[in-house]
């Protein structure tokens, strides 16, 4: 097998989330990789959704923005921005939400808000966006992110979007009957909720990764289910076809 | 009722200091031209309304036209932040910027609400996050069939709807193609409206019978300005500049760096500098 990044390795494990009959609305960076590679490798008929507005597209580059050209030219169709989240998203149609984040805590609640007081922000990042109301209006949500200590932190300055809540019972609390985030894959694994207690919990090991690593760049004391496996090495074609479409996205978006 | 005029003349009758103003465009047809032109014109003490408050808002908040900016997120796609808005928000430079932050689901509601004649929106949102607790104008209802509690937000009723588009006709009936985004919704919605297009044509020749085309009559100031949306795009004219979005992060990181880049390309300029861009795709 030809070597592989971190970041290939969570893309590859993040892509093969997606089903073929899934409805994905798709969140832009690590996500959109992700859905892209599903879509080229096993899952060909899988619909993608992006919240400007494009339904079914096809892209042959990865957009830089949610709202690039390729999307619409590739898409079934494209709705207006009201319709799209009204209908689309609030209509109970997407069946996986796929999320990235600045910051997550173990129940998977993301913050992409503030680091610091909300009105005396130390870092103010760009905000929700879609994320708030997909985290609660999609079947189920897959979020793909980074491991480090800034990233994956005990305990979140703001909640953006809810996960499984700050202890895990809200969702049952709140009456939310979508399943919230049911993986989260990594560069160094994959994470999947307890099912009692919902925290996130590790459920399989990428190749080469050690427990100490994953220690060194989460903020909690991660929980690991018995019997660990180690998460399959992406095989020729997902690293192929990966490499190729970020090829061409970046020869695209150069020009 | 549609009055064709330069897009000077659009802004200096239309925008005044102190204006709620919605400019949008959903990462598609974004109104740069029409931007700069409120920026030259030095318009200040404006409340920006945007969902997206990308590189032209950082534009208009690093150049001190705005007092508050209504938004739900806020930086450049698939770049990273917009430095201007960050260093208003957190450094209080050029000047303080209060924001009023919601979701993108909210925003869409609160378009179409305005566009409704209603005074709220009303959606299952903002559910187990921190946002109302930041955000007084998030409220809720109870639902008067089966109790379920619901959220709302006000309507977003703009003194000026800002938009971009690709044609319009002689009598000012204008087309949209491609991500229409809300912008049919903000024109709807606002007292007064401008609109900025590539070009006026004789038959809007629109590709199919249900296109979104706002008539005439429901449309204010119309001005001709090809390229007008650069960087953002135009379907079937120009695509998106994405490599003008990457080195935005550059260009925009310092104060003095951004100041020399906006007196060069926008202080000094005029709307036809926008031409440029412009171009109609073969298709």
Not at chain 1, 60 to 86: K, Q, Y
Not at chain 1, 103 to 118: C, E, L, M, S
Not at chain 2, 46 to 72: E, N
Not at chain 2, 78 to 101: C, F, Y
Request: hydrophobic share 40%.
């Amino acid at each position: 097998m030809a070597d592989f990044t971190p970041n290939e390795m969570m893309t590859i494990a993040a892509a093969r989330a997606l089903k073929n009959d899934d409805v994905c609305f798709v969140g832009i960076g690590a996500p959109s990789a992700a859905c892209n590679l599903a879509r080229l490798t096993h899952a060909p008929q899988i619909t993608l959704i992006y919240e400007s507005g494009t339904i079914g597209t096809r892209p042959n580059v990865l957009p830089l923005s949610i709202g690039d050209g390729e999307l619409c030219e590739t898409a079934l169709c494209t709705v207006s921005v009201p319709e799209m989240f009204r209908y689309w998203l609030q209509g109970g149609r997407i069946t996986v939400g796929f999320l990235g984040g600045a910051q997550i805590d173990k129940f998977a609640n993301i913050n992409t808000t503030v680091v610091g007081p909300y009105d005396k922000p130390k870092v103010r990042l760009p905000g929700g966006g879609g994320a708030p109301e997909i985290a609660t209006n999609c079947g189920e949500i897959f979020i793909t992110m980074a491991m480090g200590k800034r990233a994956f932190v005990d305990k979140l300055p703001f909640i953006t979007s809810m996960g499984h809540g700050p202890t895990g019972r809200e969702r049952r609390d709140l009456k939310v009957k979508s399943l919230g985030p049911t993986r989260l894959m990594t560069d160094l694994c994959v994470f999947e909720p307890d099912p009692e207690t919902k925290e996130m919990t590790i459920v399989s090991i990428h190749p080469g990764v050690t427990r100490e690593q994953i220690a060194e760049n989460c903020g909690w004391t991660p929980r690991y289910i018995d019997n660990l496996p180690e998460t399959p090495a992406p095989t020729a074609l997902e690293l192929e076809t990966l490499r190729d479409i970020q090829a061409r996205t970046k020869a695209a978006h150069a020009a | 009722m549609a009055k064709f005029m330069t897009l000077a003349e659009a802004v200096a009758q239309n925008v005044r200091d102190g204006d709620t103003v919605a400019m949008e465009g959903f990462t598609h047809l974004i109104p740069f031209a029409a931007g700069h032109e409120v920026i030259r014109q030095g318009r200040k003490h404006l409340t920006l309304i945007r969902m997206t408050p990308d590189l032209i808002y950082d534009q208009m908040i690093g150049m001190g036209c705005a007092d508050k900016l209504v938004f739900s997120w806020g930086g450049n796609p698939g770049v990273g932040s917009t430095h201007r808005i960050r260093d208003a928000v957190e450094n209080q430079w050029p000047a303080p910027l209060a924001i009023e932050e919601h979701s993108h689901a909210a925003m869409a509601n609160a378009y179409e609400a305005g566009a409704a004649n209603l005074p709220f929106a009303v959606l299952r949102g903002y559910i187990g996050v921190d946002l109302p607790k930041v955000n007084p104008k998030i409220k809720s209802v109870t639902c008067p069939y089966t109790g379920e509690v619901l959220a709302t937000v006000p309507a977003i009723r703009p003194d000026v709807g800002i938009i971009h588009a690709g044609r319009a006709d002689r009598e000012g009936n204008v087309l949209l193609e491609g991500i229409v985004g809300c912008q049919k919704e903000v024109v709807l919605a606002s007292k007064r409206t401008i609109v900025t297009v590539e070009e006026i044509v004789e038959k809007l020749d629109a590709k199919s019978y249900n296109s979104v085309v706002l008539p005439h009559w429901t449309v204010g100031a119309i001005a001709q300005v090809p390229g007008g949306a650069h960087p953002s795009y135009a379907q079937g004219y120009y695509k998106r500049d994405n490599s003008f979005y990457i080195a935005w992060d550059k260009l925009s990181r310092e104060r003095e760096g951004f100041l020399a880049w906006m007196k060069e390309n926008v202080l000094d300029k005029t709307p036809e500098a926008f031409a440029a861009h412009a171009k109609r795709s073969a298709a």
